[in-house]
């Protein structure tokens, strides 16, 4: 009688101890569940703000710096709002738009911009009164080098202004862009000038800083890349 007793005293031991150790396991597993399913749902959040805000193409105005950018899927959309309707058939890749001879000679219909140094800018093209000057294209920037988009989408940023004329190093410049908008500062490798416009990079706002010299194009700002903070455009 007291083996019997024995037994089951150790058999009731055996299956309370069984008991708690798979609570134990299944409040680990639920636990383990819950952590990672939490974390999961933060990356998802931080990678679909990234990719809300910089894979679109998008197009703001210098002559009302206020106005928020207003953007678009593709790149054709985009090309055609800052052109003002100009140019509707730009390829809705960057990439490809970027390589097409055609496209870029529709974005610079005038050829080189004629550089002309301060001292003789007498000679040069008299700007264009007030109400002749109707804004158009005169700048587009890329997140990447060589005029791509960013790791989640090709977004570009294009500005319309007053039209450049054919001189460099005019006083005051033509046009300037003081702080980059929100997004873009210190997070652009490229740009590319329209309508004959060049376009100086300078590291920090206002003006300040490293800067690069006067080019209608860069492929790669170098040391520069993703430190740009403001720009002037002749």
């Given at each position: 009688m007291r083996t019997r007793l024995q037994i089951m005293l150790l058999a009731s031991v055996a299956i309370v101890t069984f008991g708690s150790l798979a609570s134990e396991a299944e409040t680990i597993t639920t636990t383990t569940t819950t952590v990672t399913?939490?974390?999961s749902g933060s990356?998802?959040?931080v990678r679909a703000s990234t990719v809300a805000n910089k894979n679109r193409h998008c197009v703001m105005s210098l002559s009302?710096?206020?106005?928020?950018?207003?953007c678009f899927d593709t790149f054709t959309e985009a090309m055609a709002t800052v052109t003002k309707g100009k140019i509707t058939d730009a390829p809705a890749d960057v990439r490809q738009a970027m390589?097409?001879?055609?496209?870029l000679n529709k974005m610079n219909p005038s050829g080189t911009k004629k550089i002309v140094d301060i001292k003789d800018k007498g000679a040069s093209t008299p700007?264009?009164?007030?109400n002749e000057?109707?804004?158009?294209?005169?700048?587009?920037?890329?997140?990447?080098?060589?005029f791509t988009g960013c790791t989640f989408g090709d977004g570009s940023l294009s500005f319309s202004g007053p039209p450049c004329d054919d001189t460099l190093f005019t006083e005051p410049p033509e046009k300037t862009i003081p702080s980059m908008p929100s997004g873009w500062n210190d997070d652009f490798e490229s740009f590319a000038g329209a309508n004959?416009?060049?376009?100086q990079v300078f590291e920090h706002t206002n003006f300040i800083g490293a800067s690069l010299p006067f080019a209608s194009r860069?492929?790669?700002?170098?040391?520069?890349?993703?430190q740009v903070s403001s720009i002037i455009l002749q």
């Open positions: 399913t939490t974390t990356e998802n959040q009302q710096p206020d106005n928020l950018p207003v390589r097409s001879q055609a496209f700007p264009a009164s007030s000057r109707i804004d158009v294209h005169v700048l587009t920037i890329w997140c990447d080098n060589n004959e416009c060049f376009a860069r492929g790669d700002l170098g040391v520069l890349n993703d």
